[in-house]
């Protein structure tokens, strides 16, 4: 029985873990004077306010709202499409979809950055639209894993044939069959890539530095100013994920209960 | 009966997709490699040779890999016996879990870092609560340095180690405890003799990728200790940057370097993950 306590002890050790950097971060958002003791002072509003009422703040959270999001309406509009063709009609080369999918996995923003400067720097195309491309590519695992496990959860191809068979134009057969099967994968995919890209740092810091203020920049720029405004930004980033990651649930889980029965 | 669609159409399905990842991934690298062969003068070795006897950026190598080792094995041993624990949770239980630490995979980089400060920067929480207490050993503790940055390496190791480790121990099946039990095993004698052997390249599989995972990491470290600290992701970084002066052609052979380690890895990781996975089935 001494085996299990100790998995218990590291069980607990691994979720307080998790939980206290963000439970401390979150207080701190709302703590009124907390430099000498040990819990706050009091508790406020007040930073959250003073954030909402900064106009830089509102203006980075549009441009990595606009950034994040577009990056993700474009993988769906081009990503998607090439999946379906690829894993319907062309399923022998599948493989090499999976391996573009580990390599983007593993090259860490870092390097790509040292290519699409060398690359794209000098030939004077306005650098956000190099990092948005970028961007499309990145979510290329995320998209694919959802396209894909959803195709793989019906029999898409008897479903199109079936469908034409029983009469349905090929436009309807995809969007009205295949479309509303895969679509519960397809957007907890792109809640995930969304989430992944408004946290994304390396690439918009390196490759075009603070001329497109995204809220990551805005929050390493206050980090060493105002601890308690950090603070804030960093609650509502927490918010925002926390809120994605329970869509993404609720959806994954729906799906899966779909299928089932 | 298979519906087809013309060779057109499918071509114009796949080839924006194809040209995206040409233009913002494969051209790039490709030009990197490239450019870390290159000098003012054509063809040179010179930066990998720089590489190789400027101790700096060895010392950057080391300190990146040893980091990087460390925190993988730390996040890989917790979560082992934390999954194990998970286990007697019932399904719905275990699931709510895996959303919390799924959320708190995506908690990384500045926020991170910034969560740390708020933790145990110079007025942290427990920077005060022991300084209170009288506590002395965050005396020697910087967070502005390795055992800071270790301990936010852990921090985003920990949810990846879990949500990788969790399905190959879930292919654990109870019959073969049972069957061993039955047999006369102890629960000691069926981990280190058929669960462990079993899991054992996927947990292999699972080492490569946190330490990939790890290798090029960026943002926290950067943000904590705003290049000072000497590791490869930061190196790169201040080299394309111009931090002190830009040096593409050396940042590109570097990154190289960097890239090959992780292929290596994640080759590592799939070729082990896929002998799992068809030792459970």
Redesign the interface.
Known sequence: MK??G??????L???G??????L??ML?AFATK?????LPEGLTFKWLATLFQDTEFIQAFGRSVLLAGGAVSIALL??V??I???VL??PKYEKWIQM?V???????????????????SKIGIPMIF?VL??Y??GI?PYIYQGTRNSLRNIDA?QL??AA??LGAS?RQ?FTKILLPTVYPGLFAGALLSF??LF????LI??VV?SRFETV?IY??KK?STS?HI??A??FI??VL??L???V??IVT?RSKGATNL | ?????SKRQ?IA??S???V??L???L??????LI?SFQNSEGFTLAQYKSIFTNDYILQGFKNSITLSVISAVIALF??L??V???MKFSEPVR?K?L??????S??????????????LGN?G?FT??FD?WDIDVLTSFSLYSWGGLLLIY??FQ??LA?MLLYPIYDGIQQQWKEAAALLGAS??QFWLKIGLPVMLPGIVGTFSVLF?NA?????SA??LTSSNYNLV?IR??SL??GDIFAQ?EL??AI?VI??VT??T??LIS?WSISKTRRKVK
């Open positions: 085996k299990r100790l998995a218990d002890f590291f069980f050790l691994l979720v873990y998790l939980l206290l950097p963000v401390a971060t701190y907390w430099n000498k003791t040990i081009v990503i499409p090439a379906f063709v690829i009609y062309f573009a580990v390599m983007v996995y593993s090259f860490p923003g870092i390097i790509l950055a040292v290519g699409l400067i060398r690359v794209y190099v491309g970028a499309v590519v290329l191809r199109l044939d034409q068979l090929k057969a989430s992944v946290g994304e740092f390396v810091n390196l530095g990551q929050l390493m980090l601890g950090a603070s930004v960093v980033y927490l994920i926390g994605l990651t329970f993404i649930a889980k | 009966m298979v519906v087809l669609i499918s399905w796949l924006p997709f194809l995206l990842l233009l913002f991934f051209v790039p690298l490709l030009y990197m450019t917790v979560t016996f934390a194990y624990a998970m699931e879990i959303i919390l630490t799924n959320l708190t995506n908690f990384s980089g500045i926020p991170l870092a910034f969560a740390f400060i708020v933790l007025s929480l005060l609560l209170k852990i921090y920990l949810p879990l629960s000691w990939a290798m090029g990491a960026y943002a950067y943000a992701a790169i970084g394309i940057k593409p940042a590109s990154a960097l890239a992780m292929v890895a994640m799939e």
